[in-house]
């Protein structure tokens, strides 16, 4: 499981012209579901997210989470990210979860966090989606959790 996040002073998606999801000052999750993953792996970049330390503190070193800030959090389903890009000029997705297991991890993952942190927006699931942020720094970083798989 893959997530690159971003730390933002805003970000929204919109889809079919309507916003369904956005936030101010927090964290834009694009979320990479690969095969083999499952809520053990859901639950632990859960926790890696909300812990990460990518705010800065009172003496402007990173030493906060969007816990300590109160700040929002907005999960983007993110297909892509489970590409193998070694080879050749075109992506393989051959490490993708199937469609229907990343839907149901992705739905697992969004549950589990909004039980956690106050502040969680969405996009929609294998939707055609228009991301807009403004990254604050920039700041983006790749976490990752391996399967047991």
């Known amino acids: 499981m893959k997530g690159l996040i971003q730390r933002v002073s805003e970000a929204n998606v919109v889809v079919d012209g309507k916003t369904v999801g956005e936030i101010d000052n927090g964290i834009l999750l694009l979320l990479g579901i690969d095969k ?10 859960i926790q890696k ?20 800030v109160a700040g929002g959090i907005l999960v983007v389903s993110q297909f892509t990210l489970s590409a193998d890009t ?3 000029l ?4 051959s490490s993708a979860a199937a469609p229907a297991d990343a839907e ?6 969004v549950e589990k966090i909004r039980a956690l942190h106050p502040q969680v927006e969405t996009g929609i699931f294998a939707a055609d989606m228009k991301v807009r942020l403004l990254n604050d720094g920039p700041v983006t970083f790749l976490l990752t959790v391996e399967s047991a798989a």
Not at 90 to 93: G, K, L
């Open 36 to 45: 083999g993953d499952s809520e053990k792996e859901a639950d632990k970049l």
């Open 49 to 68: 997210l909300l812990a990460y330390r990518l705010f800065s503190d009172s003496e402007g070193r990173m030493n906060a989470s969007v816990q300590d």
């Open 86 to 88: 070694k080879k050749g």
């Open 90 to 93: 075109r992506p393989s997705f």
């Open 104 to 109: 149901r991890l992705y739905h697992y993952f």
